[in-house]
């Protein structure tokens, strides 16, 4: 799962000229160390940011429960 990431990631710095911003959830893909070398190797042209694990505030849906 983490290369299907890594290729997918790859394949839209090649498209988007400028710095790509992902909010990205705690998926151990998602912080495995490959991912971590791939941004290392960007020189931060991929930048990720973490939701927190788990947030009322931030999910509408929880606003019905």
Known sequence: M???SIAFLRRLVRQ???TLLLLV???P???AMEM???MVKQ???VRLFYLPGYS???NPDELWN
């Open 16 to 18: 988007i000229a400028g």
């Open 43 to 45: 020189n931060w042209r």
């Open 36 to 38: 971590k070398n791939l």
């Open 56 to 58: 009322l505030e931030l």
């Open 2 to 4: 983490t290369r299907v």
């Open 25 to 27: 959830d705690g998926h």
């Open 29 to 31: 893909v998602h912080r």
